[in-house]
């Protein structure tokens, strides 16, 4: 049987919650205003490809391939990273919702997050070095073991990250975001 592929076609207000997107290679794809929310995206290739204003909520993502790709304006609520084919995996987010989502011990380095919603999302173990945070909500996100080498967090906020069960050298930070690096000692700024 021969592999679907689609290449450089605009998908637009689709809805793939009942009947799920068929599964194949989708390169240089863009797909405007779709409904992906507890879809299963198994084993899918999405290879630069565009999603702009989609929800993916509590998608499936086992074996799904996301090399190059963009979320722009997405809800992308619990998602598991973690599951997605870890070849060539690379993304960037801007003005995303994705809460309570999980990059567990990803390596996702150089991956650019701009104003976007992290909130409960865990990057225990993962390989975030190099990234950027920008003007970025990480409240209650999960850092423990977690590789911020190089990572900009100057504009992010509602971080707590501890400097002893992370790798955090040449991170960059902001003075008034500095709290963020000590509130694990218990100790009171003012």
């Known amino acids: 049987m021969e592999k679907l592929y689609i290449s450089e076609k605009t998908f637009d207000k689709k809805e793939y919650t009942k009947t799920p997107l068929a599964k194949g290679e989708y390169e240089r794809c863009t797909f405007l205003h779709c409904d992906f929310s507890g879809s299963n995206v198994k084993g899918i290739q999405f290879l ?3 999603f702009e204003g989609c929800n993916l909520s509590l998608a499936q993502l086992a074996d799904a391939q996301l090399q190059d790709c963009l979320f722009k304006e997405c809800k992308m609520l619990g998602l598991h990273f973690e599951q997605c084919n870890p070849f060539g995996l690379s993304f960037a987010f801007e003005r995303c919702t994705l809460d309570r989502s999980s990059f567990f011990k990803l390596k996702i380095k150089e991956t650019k997050f701009n104003n976007t919603s992290l909130k409960e999302t865990d990057f225990t173990e993962a390989d975030v070095s190099v990234s950027v945070f ?12 977690t590789n911020l080498e190089k990572t900009n967090f100057r504009t992010a906020f509602n971080y707590s990250i501890d400097p002893q069960k992370n790798r955090i050298k040449k991170a960059r930070f902001s003075l008034s975001g500095i709290a963020g690096l000590l509130d694990t000692f218990d100790i009171k700024i003012d």
């Open 48 to 50: 630069e490809c565009r």
């Open 134 to 145: 920008d003007n970025c909500d990480l409240a209650r996100a999960t850092f423990d073991r």
